[in-house]
């Protein structure tokens, strides 16, 4: 079966409860649409009130679809046929659809709509009109009123009309950007970017903090955790890679403090920086990747001392999760396969055999006394590198540029 489709048609999720600010969550919805599919040049993207569309102008079907399956806010989406806007050519579009479509034992419905009242039919007329040419062509036409095999939609516009019989489902939630910027950190690991996931869901405009320790750490797993933060821009558009110099302080940690409570300092360090730049760029929350119990630094007690140093609210998305159920997300997000590959991260190359569990707030703070805490920070904070990941092929947009311009 072979059917060419004109246009897209993207229906909302939870914006219809918006009110006053509906249009601010339309806006941005139809942004993040428009980013995910920039390089798809020909398509003719607006939105309206109740949905968007998407005219394809030729465009292929199947890879339009496949993105905006991913992209938060859609609720489902359709694609459509345009036909010329008289009975004679809908009837004709019609018989010919449901040839492709419909076969013996199948049933089906008529829904129109018709936003062009001035057109000669009324919705219900046109479903009468439309419910005949099915059962003047198909002897074993059927109709059904609930759960029919297809149901054809016709929507009379002031253009055209447009059919459509196949509705897709959206990804939900809320269009990236709606809620803020939260400034996500983002490792190697399994749990983080399915906590920047989570956040995108529910609309929060994420920027990635990678901290790197090199030559402690390498090369590869910084790609690492830019491929990783590519995998992310699917959901709503590219995502600022922020990169932290972090050696100097994790050697003076190591060099200063007892080695059962490294992993405590380092993780408090971690979120000082992340707590500045949040602050410089205009961020409302940190976001991370801990679930609760799952190691040392993310037992309560552990938690609570790393927390003492913000007061920055903290957003934990995975925090009651268990492993199989965060991996169950990275698979389902395709992160997992990234995130297993052995490069080591700040958090490791340093960790101790045995850390504090349940570290005092006390002794972090005596300990800390031996450091230039502020110094620290902010020599971190004035080495960072901004990159911009706009999709999962980044690192070959940026080798372009390079060749270009040599």
Same mark, same amino acid.
């Given at each position: ?14 914006? #219809?409860?918006?009110?006053? &600010? ?5 806006? /941005?919805?139809?942004?993040?649409? %428009? ?11 607006? =939105?309206?009130?109740?949905? +968007? ?8 079907? +199947? ?29 004709? =579009? ?22 062009? *009242?001035?057109?000669?039919?009324? #919705? ?12 003047? &062509? ?42 803020? /910027?939260? *400034? @996500?950190?983002? #490792? ?21 903090? *990678?901290? =790197? ?8 797993? @910084?790609?690492? +955790? ?33 080695? =059962?409570? @490294?992993?405590?300092?380092? %993780?408090?360090?971690?979120? /000082? ?5 949040? !602050? ?35 957003? %934990? ?23 297993? @590959? ?8 340093? +960790? ?21 805490? !502020? ?17 999962? &092929? ?13």
């Amino acid at each position: 079966m072979t059917v060419y489709y004109d246009e897209i048609m993207v229906r909302y999720g939870e914006l #219809s409860t918006k009110g006053k &600010n509906r249009g601010f969550f339309i806006n /941005r919805l139809a942004k993040n649409i %428009r980013e995910v599919l920039s390089d798809l040049t020909e398509l003719k993207i607006s =939105a309206v009130r109740d949905r +968007a569309h998407i005219v394809l102008n030729g465009t292929d079907y +199947a890879e339009v679809s496949r993105r905006l399956t991913k992209v938060f806010g859609i609720q489902n989406f359709s694609p459509s046929i345009k036909v010329e806007k008289t009975i004679p050519a809908i009837e004709a =579009a019609v018989a010919d659809l449901f040839k492709e479509i419909y076969t013996d034992g199948m049933t089906f419905k008529i829904a129109a709509r018709r936003a062009d *009242h001035d057109f000669e039919l009324d #919705s219900t007329e046109l479903n009468l009109t439309l419910g005949d040419v099915v059962f003047d &062509n198909f002897d074993y036409a059927k109709v059904q009123m609930k759960n029919p095999d297809i149901t054809l939609r016709v929507e009379i516009r002031q253009d055209a009309a447009y059919l459509s019989y196949e509705t897709i489902k959206g990804a939900g939630g809320m269009p990236v950007g709606t809620a803020g /910027r939260g *400034h @996500l950190m983002l #490792s190697g690991g399994i749990d983080s970017p399915v906590a920047g996931y989570l956040a995108l869901k529910r609309g929060v405009e994420i920027e990635a903090v *990678h901290f =790197a320790s090199p030559p402690y750490t390498s090369p590869g797993a @910084l790609k690492k +955790a830019k491929d990783l933060a590519a995998k992310l821009t699917v959901f709503g558009g590219s995502i600022q890679f922020i990169e932290v110099p972090f050696t100097e302080i994790q050697e003076e940690i190591k060099a200063k403090a007892p080695q =059962a409570y @490294l992993m405590t300092l380092t %993780r408090r360090f971690m979120m /000082r920086v992340v707590d500045r730049i949040r !602050e410089n760029r205009d961020g409302k929350v940190i976001i991370n990747g801990e679930s609760l119990g799952q190691v040392a630094s993310q037992t309560l007690g552990s938690m609570s001392v790393i927390n003492e140093v913000t007061n920055t609210p903290v957003i %934990r998305p995975v925090v009651t999760m268990d492993k199989i159920e965060i991996i169950e997300i990275a698979e389902k997000i395709d992160t997992f396969n990234l995130s297993i @590959l052995p490069f080591e991260d700040c958090c490791t190359v340093f +960790a101790p055999p045995a850390p504090k569990t349940n570290p005092k707030l006390d002794n972090c703070l005596q300990y800390e006394t031996r450091f230039d805490v !502020e110094g620290l920070v902010n020599r971190a904070v004035e080495g960072i590198m901004v990159t911009t990941i706009s999709g999962e &092929n980044w690192d070959t947009e940026e080798v372009d540029e390079f060749v270009d311009f040599l």
